[in-house]
């Protein structure tokens, strides 16, 4: 079975940080490209940041400058770094693998709230 788990969502004050976890396998990681997505209610689901080819990254113009992702090879684990965090990224993030010609997968999701 394909399995995509997300981690380290919560609850975080403005201008705080989190790390997001995405553990997945073998399988997924090698041939699959990884990357992270996230829907608050009422809007639709956007790109977050994301691996392109190789080791070159893509980010949402929101996010630009303070989130950063990254991977674990060996852990088959790829990272979402949120840095001064606001309000307006409150959402579920959700970590999602894509290949050309096959299916796509999605985590279940991990909620980050971000409040006083």
């Known amino acids: 079975q394909v399995q995509l788990v997300e981690s380290g969502g919560g609850l975080v004050q403005p201008g705080g940080s989190l790390r997001l976890s995405c553990a997945t396998s073998?399988?997924?990681?090698?041939?699959?490209?990884m990357g992270w997505y996230r829907q608050a209610p009422g809007k639709q689901r956007e790109l977050v940041a994301g691996?392109?080819?190789?080791?070159?990254?893509v980010y949402g113009d929101s996010v630009k400058g303070r989130f950063t992702i990254s991977r674990d090879n060996a852990k088959y684990t790829v990272y979402l770094r949120m840095n001064n965090l606001k309000p307006e990224d409150t959402a579920v993030y959700y970590c999602?693998?894509?290949?050309?010609?096959?299916?796509?997968?999605w985590g279940q999701g991990t909620q980050v709230t971000v409040s006083s």
């Open positions: 999602h693998a894509e290949a050309a010609g096959r299916r796509g997968y």
């Open positions: 691996f392109t080819t190789g080791s070159n990254t």
């Open positions: 073998r399988s997924i990681f090698s041939i699959y490209a």
